[in-house]
Structure formats: structure tokens, C-alpha cells
């Protein structure tokens, strides 16, 4: 017989059909009589109901199901009696796969807090909540290999283990088979990395970017999709030290043309969730609306899906860095000294500012532009004003900065005078400096943190909850 998936089931096309289902139990209800157990196999958000009859499956199998068993069921399919589905599953045969000691598991069909499932995040699938966040993180993978495919775009795989330090995005994590307990050292003292496997000190990448321009400059546009690490020690609801991400890289692009592909991109991702994962965004924004209710009127978000539409809906704001530092101290919020951080030109904008723009002023997507070139990247194109350079940072509701980009520096002597003012070493870095020696051209680019837009697109408040197996600084489990 044909094992279905539950997906399908509900469509409620198959009434009157045998089928054999498998999964796990969410709850199991019943009276001496009859049994209801709510099974779901990963594949919705939603359960199918089972009907059991006590007498005829026998009171000592049905005793042995609880929350989380693994069952395979075999029945007819019938037009639903209750209200909440359209079809339900009469058992007739019910094979238990494995047991579950209602005494021992620890997720109970009641609600748990974020925080309890985060500890216990090795059996966080089961719920509702994260089957629905992981669901929606892999249809968000498939439509961003979608949207550059249908682009043109070639998906380069950047390496992860690389010797070059990107760009000082942050601290690194240093790859090694050294003995660390007795590292060769030198006669200095320190540590001989002759000695390692490549031969020289290697780290895991901070951003695949560099490599890209590699591509990007002979194969046209190029997109990678991989993880990437940053030692920094930010305990943030943002900041993850292993993050996923996205980073196009196209030739002959100037910035207006990165701004307009960045709108594009995430707008489509948008479209993407909103047609595909209704079913999986709405119980979402259920379980957000729950928590809003704690916090008071005017702290509360928009509701999830209506927010999507929002984005999609509206053009993004571009704005010049100097404006924004205009703005920001023009504000009542600056005035009446709310920020923590200060705002003057040439600082960094902290998430504060980022978010008083977006959420206060704005209340729309804001790409922000030509920032002061001291505290950005070496590799960023510099402006004609001498002080500021062609990046772009595209900051969204509830979550700041989602995206960081720019055009790229394309002129071999600028470059290399930026690097030697920023102490880049040129001189290891030849096979990057050969993209501007031998057909150089303008090109652009930017980096899509994917957990950043997984919490715009699931409204999770924590980035630890939309990565299956968070690295976040002393936390490294499984
Ligand atoms: O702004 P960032 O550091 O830019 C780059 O790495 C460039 N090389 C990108 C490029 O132009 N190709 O990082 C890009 C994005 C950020 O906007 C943010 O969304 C995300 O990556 N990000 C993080 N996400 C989670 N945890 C962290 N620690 C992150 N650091 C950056
Ligand atoms: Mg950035």
C-alpha cells in the first residue's frame, strides 16, 4: 500500500482511500473507547487525526503510544466529523516503531519558552514552532538558488578553509593539526606553522567574497551560498559566530545596479515564502501575535504576513550615510539623549540608529550609502569626495543590517594605497591584485546574512532559533 505524506492528505482529494502513514505523535486524547492521536510527519505544520478504536487495536498497544512515538498506521480515509480538518485516519493497523516515555521526554504538548527548547535544541524539530521555522528556512534556500539560476548567475563554491584574512570582518577562527597542548615552536617562541598541514596559519572563512571576485570577473555574475564564521564575541539576539551566507558578485555592476539586484533579491524571497509557506507563516504569526501581547501597544510589531506584504510592497528608501547622520541628530530621541551610542559623522552606526531610521523615521526598508571609508572595508570603491566610499548597507525592520555591500574598488593603484594605509598585506595577497591588473572592471557585490533574513521572514526574535545547531560564544553542543 501507498505510504502518503500528510501534506498531501489534507488536501482531502483521497476520501474513501487505504493508506498507510508514518511519524511521530504530537498528542494522543481519547475516552475508553477511542483514541485520537494527532500525528505528524514533518511534512505541514498541521496533524492528521487518527481515530483508534480501543477494542479493536487493543488497549495494551494504545496504552504504549505517547507524545513523540514513532507509529506507522495503516486506515481508511474519511470525511472529518470534527471541525479543524477536513479528513481524518481510521486506523486499522498501528505499528509502534519506538516508544517514548512520557515520563522522560521532555518536550510535553503544552507550551514550552524559546529558552527551555534552545537547551534542549536536539529535540527542538518536534515542535511546531521549529518544524515550521526549518521548513521555511529550506524553501528560502531553494528560492535563493532559484532566483539566481533564473539570473544567470553561477554558484561558486569559495572555500572554507582559506589563508587569506577576507577582510578583517572579524576575529577568525584559526584552523590547525598542530599538537595544541605542544605546538612546534620557534626559537621566538612562537608557534611554528611550517610545521601544520598547508604550511602556513589557516583560518575558516569570514566571507567568500574575495574568492568571488575571482569568479565573477571571467564567469560574469556569481552568487555563493556556504557557512561562515566570525570569532566575534557578541552574545546578541543577531550575531552568531557560524552563520550562513549569500554573497553576489557581479562584473560591470555599479552600485546603483548592487542596489537595485539587493530590492529585487529580497522582495522575490519575500514572494517566495508568502505564495509557498502560508500554512507554516501563519501559525508563526499566531505564536508571535501571543507573545506581542506582553509588551505594550506601541512596542508591538506588525503582524507577520502583513509586515511581508509591507516589504514587498514598498520601495526601499536610499539614503547617503551623511543624511542619515542629519537625520539622527535632528531626531527628538537624539535630542532627548536616547541613544546609548553616539551619532556623529564618521561613526558606525550601532543597531539603535539603524533600527530609529527604519522603525521610527522611515517605517521602510532603508538602503544607506557612501559611508565614511575609515570604517569600511579596504577593498571598497572610494568615492570622488575623498572621504567616502561606495558601500551600501540595506537595514530592515526589527532586524538592522541584513545585507552589507559595495562596488569594489577596481583601480590596481587606489587599492593598493588603501591597502598599505589600512595594513592589508598587498604582497600575500597578489592573486586578488591580478583581477585589477589583467581586464579589470567595475563590479559590485554584497553578503545576505541568511539567519538575519530568516528571523525578518519567521519573526523569531533570536537568531539562535533559526539555525538548526547554533555556535554562538561558549556554545558548541552536538
Ligand atoms: O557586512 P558583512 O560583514 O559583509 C561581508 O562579509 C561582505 N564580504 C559581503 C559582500 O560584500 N560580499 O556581512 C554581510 C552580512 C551582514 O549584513 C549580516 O546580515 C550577516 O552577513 N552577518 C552575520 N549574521 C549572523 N551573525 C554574524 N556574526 C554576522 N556577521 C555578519
Ligand atoms: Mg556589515
Known sequence: MKRLKIKEILKGELIGQQVVVKGWVRTKRGSKNVNFIALNDGSTIHNL?????????????????????????????????????????????????GKSDPDKYPIQ??????????????????????????????????????????????????????GSDAEGAGQMFRVT????????????????YSQDFFGKPTNLTVSGQL????????????????????????????????????????AFY???????????????????????????????????????????????????????????????????YT?????????????KNKFQYPVDWGTDLQSEHERYLVEKHFKKPVILINYPKDIKAFY??????????????????????IIGGSQREEDLDKLVTRMDEMGVPAHE??????TRRFGTVPHAGFGLGFERLLLFVTGMGNIRDVIAFPRTPKNAEF
Not at 67 to 89: D, F, K, N, P, R
Not at 381 to 398: R, S, Y
Request: negative net charge; contains cysteine; proline residues 3%.
Open 429 to 434: 595577497m597578489e592573486w586578488y591584485l591580478d
Open 49 to 97: 487525526q487518527v481515530v483508534a478504536d480501543v477494542e479493536k487495536l487493543g488497549e495494551e498497544l494504545l496504552k504504549d503510544i505517547n507524545t513523540s512515538a514513532a507509529l506507522g498506521i495503516t486506515g481508511e480515509l474519511v470525511a472529518s466529523q470534527g471541525s479543524g480538518q477536513s479528513v481524518e485516519l481510521n486506523a486499522t493497523e498501528i505499528i509502534i516503531y
Open 380 to 401: 571598497m570603491k572610494q568615492n570622488a569626495d575623498g572621504k567616502t566610499v561606495a558601500a551600501m548597507d540595506v537595514l530592515f525592520p526589527g532586524i538592522g543590517e
Open 177 to 192: 593539526t598542530l599538537d595544541a597542548k605542544n605546538p612546534p615552536l620557534l626559537e621566538d617562541g612562537s608557534i611554528d
Open 109 to 162: 504538548p503544552k507550551k514550552h519558552s524559546l529558552e527551555f527548547l534552545r537547551e534542549n535544541a536536539h529535540l527542538r524539530f518536534r515542535t511546531a514552532t521549529f518544524s515550521a521555522v526549518f521548513r521555511i528556512r529550506h524553501a528560502m534556500a531553494f528560492a535563493i538558488h532559484n532566483y539566481f539560476n533564473s539570473k544567470g548567475f553561477v554558484y561558486l563554491h569559495t572555500p572554507i578553509v582559506t
Open 211 to 250: 574568492e568571488g571576485e575571482l569568479g565573477a570577473t571571467a564567469l560574469g555574475e556569481i552568487y555563493t551560498f556556504g557557512p561562515t564564521f566570525r570569532a566575534e564575541n557578541s552574545n546578541t539576539a543577531r550575531h552568531l559566530a557560524e552563520f550562513w551566507m549569500i554573497e553576489p558578485e557581479m
Open 254 to 320: 555599479e552600485l546603483q545596479d548592487n542596489m537595485d539586484l539587493a530590492e529585487d533579491f529580497l522582495k522575490s524571497l519575500i514572494k517566495y515564502a508568502l505564495d509557498n509557506c502560508m500554512d507554516d507563516l501563519e501559525f508563526l504569526s499566531k505564536r508571535l501575535q501571543e507573545e506581542e501581547k506582553n509588551k505594550p501597544m506601541d512596542e508591538r510589531s506588525m503582524e507577520l504576513v502583513e509586515k511581508l506584504r509591507f516589504v514587498l510592497e514598498n520601495d526601499f528608501i536610499r539614503l547617503p
Open 323 to 335: 543624511e542619515a547622520i542629519e537625520i539622527l541628530r535632528n531626531s527628538n530621541h537624539y535630542k
